[in-house]
Protein backbone atom coordinates (compact mmCIF):
# COMPACT_ATOMS: atom_id res chain seq x y z
CA UNK A 1 0.00 0.00 0.00
CA UNK A 2 1.12 3.54 -0.69
CA UNK A 3 1.65 5.77 2.36
CA UNK A 4 -0.17 9.07 2.52
CA UNK A 5 2.63 12.07 2.97
CA UNK A 6 1.55 14.42 5.31
CA UNK A 7 0.17 17.21 2.80
CA UNK A 8 -2.18 13.95 1.56
CA UNK A 9 -3.55 13.16 5.07
CA UNK A 10 -4.40 16.61 5.67
CA UNK A 11 -6.10 16.84 2.21
CA UNK A 12 -8.21 14.37 2.95
CA UNK A 13 -8.83 15.24 6.31
CA UNK A 14 -10.09 18.65 5.15
CA UNK A 15 -12.53 17.34 2.45
CA UNK A 16 -14.09 14.78 4.90
CA UNK A 17 -14.99 18.34 6.63
CA UNK A 18 -16.59 20.11 4.01
CA UNK A 19 -19.20 22.29 4.99
CA UNK A 20 -18.85 21.94 8.61
CA UNK A 21 -19.01 24.31 11.75
CA UNK A 22 -18.51 24.34 15.41
CA UNK A 23 -21.37 25.52 17.40
CA UNK A 24 -21.13 25.66 20.84
CA UNK A 25 -24.27 23.94 21.82
CA UNK A 26 -24.58 21.35 19.10
CA UNK A 27 -20.82 20.79 18.58
CA UNK A 28 -19.93 20.39 14.93
CA UNK A 29 -23.04 20.99 12.58
CA UNK A 30 -22.65 20.28 8.92
CA UNK A 31 -24.62 21.27 5.65
CA UNK A 32 -25.96 18.62 2.88
CA UNK A 33 -25.87 18.90 -0.70
CA UNK A 34 -29.53 18.27 -1.79
CA UNK A 35 -30.23 19.26 -5.73
CA UNK A 36 -32.79 21.57 -6.12
CA UNK A 37 -35.78 20.21 -6.85
CA UNK A 38 -38.08 20.81 -10.49
CA UNK A 39 -40.96 22.51 -8.43
CA UNK A 40 -42.75 23.25 -11.87
CA UNK A 41 -43.46 19.30 -12.21
CA UNK A 42 -44.98 19.08 -8.72
CA UNK A 43 -47.36 22.33 -9.44
CA UNK A 44 -48.65 20.96 -12.88
CA UNK A 45 -49.78 17.40 -11.42
CA UNK A 46 -51.41 19.79 -8.45
CA UNK A 47 -53.17 22.31 -11.34
CA UNK A 48 -54.40 18.50 -13.25
CA UNK A 49 -55.98 17.17 -9.85
CA UNK A 50 -57.87 20.66 -8.98
CA UNK A 51 -58.83 21.02 -12.69
CA UNK A 52 -60.32 17.12 -11.68
CA UNK A 53 -62.01 18.18 -8.84
CA UNK A 54 -63.58 21.42 -10.53
CA UNK A 55 -64.82 19.06 -12.96
CA UNK A 56 -66.05 16.27 -11.23
CA UNK A 57 -67.69 18.90 -8.87
CA UNK A 58 -69.85 20.54 -11.52
CA UNK A 59 -71.09 17.28 -13.11
CA UNK A 60 -71.99 16.25 -9.89
CA UNK A 61 -74.07 20.08 -9.48
CA UNK A 62 -75.53 19.79 -12.77
CA UNK A 63 -76.89 16.01 -11.98
CA UNK A 64 -78.37 17.22 -8.54
CA UNK A 65 -79.94 20.02 -10.90
CA UNK A 66 -81.37 17.80 -13.63
CA UNK A 67 -82.99 15.36 -10.96
CA UNK A 68 -84.21 18.26 -9.17
CA UNK A 69 -85.96 19.50 -12.27
CA UNK A 70 -87.20 15.86 -12.76
CA UNK A 71 -88.89 15.26 -9.61
CA UNK A 72 -90.64 19.10 -9.93
CA UNK A 73 -91.87 17.88 -13.72
CA UNK A 74 -93.22 14.51 -11.61
CA UNK A 75 -95.11 16.88 -8.90
CA UNK A 76 -96.72 18.77 -11.93
CA UNK A 77 -97.93 15.73 -13.67
CA UNK A 78 -99.42 14.84 -10.63
CA UNK A 79 -101.43 17.79 -10.09
Known amino acids: RRSLKPSDKA ?3 KASLKN ?3 DELE ?3 GRMYAPRQDLSDLQAV ?3 RMAARERRL ?4 RED ?5 EEEEEE ?4
Open 46 to 48: SMK
Open 65 to 69: EEEEE
Open 11 to 13: AER
Open 20 to 22: TES
Open 58 to 61: ARRE
Open 76 to 79: EDDN
Open 27 to 29: GRV
